[in-house]
């Protein structure tokens, strides 16, 4: 199967820093989602991203399908933005694979 | 529309006793899937359904887990018998025809003791 692998896997940023979350990926794919967790455990959309360049807010997204690899960029971090970052991909109607997902922590 | 809908938010059962988790997909949606997230294993797939057909139900762990969807409304994840190393949080999730976005519910907590 499909192999996700993000980086880093922890973080650490004090409030105001911006950061980039990497996630590669071993195969093509035509599904591409970021999620985050919030420290109550909820799963939230953040992006489908596929492809391309996405922005909300604070929050923009770059995938590289060619290379196998979507960057999730925070700017001005907030402790709000705290929680764990996932990259999921999938083929076709298939399921989604996720990665190991990055834990940030945004101090204030 | 109100979101993935999962019961028991949470559950503590004794070992060997049975669990049903429910799940209500988004109206609409024909595709359903049940995630299991542990510390030592991150998200995996459980079983996933597509217009209530199980279509891929690799990621079940053993004969003791069963995942049944009666109609487009409703799904059920039972574990029988149930054991300490069955203890995550289960997450159903769901997708219309013609999207890609996975939404999911808010996850049922189960701890077997």
């Known amino acids: 199967g499909i192999q996700v692998e993000q980086s880093p896997p922890d973080l650490i940023l004090q409030e105001g820093a911006n950061s980039t979350l990497r996630c590669n990926f071993s195969?093509?794919?035509?599904?591409l989602q970021w999620f985050h967790q919030n420290p109550w455990g909820q799963l939230i959309n953040l992006f489908y991203?596929?492809?391309g360049t996405k922005q909300n807010g604070r929050l923009s997204a770059t995938t590289v399908a060619t290379e196998r690899y979507s960057l999730l960029y925070i700017s001005s971090s907030q402790t709000t933005d705290s929680g764990v970052y996932f990259c999921?991909?999938?083929?076709?109607?298939?399921?989604?694979?996720f990665g190991s997902g990055t834990r940030l922590q945004v101090q204030p | 529309d109100a979101g993935v809908i999962q019961s028991p938010r949470h559950e503590v059962t004794e070992m060997g006793q049975e669990v049903t988790l429910r799940c209500k997909p988004i109206?609409?949606?024909?595709?359903l899937f049940w995630y299991r997230q542990t510390m030592m294993r991150g998200l995996e797939l459980l079983i996933y359904?597509?217009?209530?057909?199980?279509?891929?139900d690799s990621g079940m762990p053993e004969d003791r887990f069963s995942a049944k969807m009666p109609n487009a409304s409703f799904s059920t994840l039972k574990i029988q018998p149930s054991e300490p190393r069955d203890s995550a949080v289960y997450f159903c999730?769901?997708?219309?025809?013609?999207?890609?976005?996975?939404?999911f519910g808010e996850g049922s907590w189960l701890t077997v003791v």
């Open positions: 999730a769901s997708r219309r025809t013609t999207g890609n976005t996975i939404y």
């Open positions: 195969d093509s794919v035509n599904n």
């Open positions: 991203i596929p492809s």
């Open positions: 999921a991909v999938g083929t076709g109607r298939r399921a989604l694979t």
């Open positions: 109206s609409g949606h024909n595709s």
């Open positions: 359904f597509n217009n209530n057909v199980p279509i891929d």
